[in-house]
């Protein structure tokens, strides 16, 4: 039965969304119904549709109590909104109902798996989140909450484990058809760690083990964790709160991480063998992912900044929403990294097409054909001078007189700079990210997807991602290229149809 609090934020919804022109929102990435979007939820396929769940706060683009957003999709770029799933409305979650998974049940039905939130006093007189795991079920549209909830709680960790950071759990079904989640949690030295709990039914739930510890080498708590196996490793995502900078890795502060390894079913020992960023960029976090019903491994994550969203600036708070979703990423393992290419289902939308073959230039210049802010375009760069290498290479976009926004390679440091200093932000917020990337004499392949309100920038074929939110008017839509000294240059521009 659909409680009071549900039903009101179904009906405001339902209202506030009508207000929302489509050419306010992005083409092709998913924003919120209205209000306040975060974290990715629930990312499933269930009943043929690609469903998306995501932390939602409905009445303000601010954050505020935590709701669970919904929206379904055949192609994971046309996105259709569905009522609200799930409210804060009761005990155990009046706080929120913050961020979790789903998983379809063998008869039929689909579980979604969340964090209930209540704030209570601590002896001290200070107000803190007690934080356990709930259950509801539904049929794809509507939800019911399980009688039993929580599921696990302060009786359900192991010593020394926080029950005020104990969030985010990740279900997953494993060979034998029983159940497996993984949760972020906080010990008891204030560093992160990923717990293991079991279930054979996936109402019934018991703790397994520590599965990963950070022992302060990534930031503190560690949020949003997923497991899954690809192209023959391991892969555990995790998105870490105050990191500290390592070389060009972890810029972000409240950023992601990827660790690649082993993993042993039968002991549930993970060992670790590489770690990266999982994006370069500004904006991406608490990423999730799915596995597709053709096999693919694909990946959304939140495409905003904890430490920019509440200052972005008044051109993105005069929109009635805030918040939207990277694209999706298929992943895949290349020599030991994790590699990202935007969906296939992204060239179905390609329309018009320019094509400009080496172009060899020493300055400005903008070529035919080439503008837009919905597109898909492809730069491959080299020296223009085999004797001497460019010093380097800038391609500006959302750019009229006032505006623009630019990607930037320094060859002989092989450093890549994303900059939306002059995008149209009033405020002294995080504008630039440098990545350490692979180049040979001067040589690099990029990809730029740019939406109305996004960037993302793929790097020798995935290799790294770059992805920056930006607020520029829409009709700043030139592009040009810079270099000091010669570059050849071959460029594909595809425009992006909306449907």
Known sequence: MTSQTLREARKYEEVSRKVIREEERPAFHLSCCTGWMNDPNGFSYYNHKYHMFYQYH????????????????????????????????????RDGCFSGSAVELP????????????????????????????????????????????????????????????????IFQVKDGTYRCVTGSRPADGSGQVLLFGSEDGFRWSFRKILAENHSRFGKMWECPDFFELDGKQVLLVSPQDMLPKGFEYHNGNGTLCLIGSYDEETDVFTEEADQSIDYGIDFYAPQTILTPDGRRVMIGWMQNWDTCAVSGPTSRELPWFGQMSLPRELFIKNGRLFQKPVRELEDMRGSRVSHEKVTFSDVIRLPGVEGRQID??????????????????????????????VSFRPRESVLKIDRKFSGSRRAVIHQRRCLVRSEEGKLRLRLILDRFSVEVFINDGEQVMSATIYTDQAADGISFFADGSVTMNVVKYDLKSR
């Open 377 to 406: 375009m492809e730069i491959e760069l080299e020296a223009g001078d085999a004797e001497r290498i460019y010093q380097k290479f800038a391609v500006r976009f959302a750019q009229n007189e006032q505006y623009h926004t630019a």
């Open 107 to 170: 008869d039929g039905r689909q579980l979604l798996m969340y964090t209930g939130v209540t704030r209570e006093r601590t002896p001290e007189g200070d107000l803190c989140e007690l934080q356990t795991q709930c259950l509801a079920v539904g049929d794809g549209l509507d939800y019911e909450k399980y009688g039993q909830n929580p599921v696990l709680d302060r009786t359900d960790l192991p010593e020394g484990a926080s029950v005020h950071d104990f969030r985010d759990p990740k």
């Open 58 to 93: 409905p009445y303000d683009s601010t954050w505020g109590p935590m709701h669970w957003g919904h929206a379904v999709s055949g192609d994971l770029l046309h996105w259709e909104f569905l009522p609200a799933a799930l409210a804060p409305d009761e005990p155990y979650d």
